[in-house]
């Protein structure tokens, strides 16, 4: 179930590469979902996380828990795939989707329906619903996690073992204990992102782990630098060394 027609195309020419998945309906909206889940069985559910008007979450409650087939989420936000990888009853994907990774969720899938555990009690998708809502439904409304490529898999990384951000145009560089990994964020959406208390941007293209510094240095009245523990020197400007006094982690 999804609101976009090209979204919805691809997923279905790549399921049908699978010869045990029949597509059944592709609905445009929420409420198209919920009516066709009421109406008939269903055996797998792909459902997207943000829908107009009756969204995702908006769809599992209407249909209620005990009547959900085994579902995979599909979502273009990287926060809510984060959070839905805790939880392994369901999977997720996120767009756009690419094959090897339909495979993977699909695997994952039949393996639970096999064992007869794909379906969720109401605790467990509970969990999985506050799992993949948005960072302002949250208690808190930074990551705290990345979901990133590290070869042919996904891992998690936290957000402390982050050493600096790099700007790359429209992605950003996360470095960490001598690996990059890339995401697809701007440094500007990503420091909005972060929690202030532990990251600051101090340059336009570079946001550093506060607890990552070692020596700070003044290099006139408009920009400086900075040492992390690792030894890497990174560029700071004036407004950047102004952050840093701001939250009384260096005196002026």
């Known amino acids: 179930m999804d609101d976009e027609p090209l979204a919805r195309q691809l997923l279905g020419l790549l399921l049908a590469e699978h010869k045990d998945i029949q597509v059944v309906a592709e609905c445009e909206n929420g409420r198209e979902a919920v009516s066709y889940l009421q109406s008939k069985p269903v055996d797998l559910l792909f459902l997207d ?13 209407q249909v209620g828990l005990q009547h959900l087939p085994p579902t995979i989420f599909v979502t273009a936000y990287q926060e809510h795939a984060v959070r839905a990888f805790d939880v392994h009853a369901v999977d997720y994907l996120t767009k756009p989707v690419k094959p090897e990774r339909l495979t993977i969720a699909l695997e994952r899938v039949r393996e639970k329906i096999a064992a007869r555990t794909a379906l969720l009690t109401q605790e467990q998708f509970s969990a999985v619903l506050n799992g993949l809502r948005s960072p302002a439904e949250q208690s808190s409304p930074y990551l705290s996690r990345f979901l990133v490529k ?7 990384l936290s957000v402390e073992k982050i050493e600096w951000i790099e700007a790359a145009e429209y992605y950003c560089c996360l470095h960490t204990n001598g690996h990059r990994y890339m995401v697809r964020e701007t440094i500007t959406d990503l420091s909005n992102k972060l929690d202030p208390k532990l990251f600051v941007r101090i340059h336009r293209s570079s946001i550093v782990n506060l607890n990552q510094i070692r020596e700070i240095y003044r290099e006139g009245p408009l920009d ?11 560029r700071m400007s004036k407004a950047g060394r102004q952050k840093l006094y701001e939250i009384g982690r260096v005196s002026s």
């Open 49 to 61: 996380v943000q829908m107009p008007q009756v969204g995702g979450f908006d769809v599992v409650e």
């Open 150 to 156: 590290d070869g042919e898999k996904d891992i998690l």
């Open 224 to 234: 400086g630098s900075i040492v992390l523990m690792n030894g890497k020197t990174l």
